[in-house]
């Protein structure tokens, strides 16, 4: 129950993101500024969104069987929603 100076917890994160999953977009900050992609999933509560091709990252991968060799592979990292525009 609240109290008289009390107020519910705000919201966290947008809840009105002009861009969804499929749009094709064009970075317009940050180091992959220029690059074109198609959006691959949207993180709302986070106001971020996986572009593929776009802002890459390696990762170790450990041998998941003995005798196994370790790789690395590249998976996309998120992107403020802010630094992204929506190309028709």
Sequence with gaps: ML???DSPKPSIGATNMKIKKGDNIIVIAGK???KKGKIV???VQENKVIVEGVNMMKK???PKKSGEK???IDIAM?????NVKKVD
Excluded: T
Excluded at 78 to 82: D, E
């Design 41 to 43: 999933k949207v993180l």
């Design 3 to 5: 109290g008289l100076g």
């Design 32 to 34: 992959d500024k220029g």
């Design 60 to 62: 170790h991968q450990r």
């Design 78 to 82: 998120p992107l403020h929603a802010s």
């Design 70 to 72: 370790g790789s690395k």
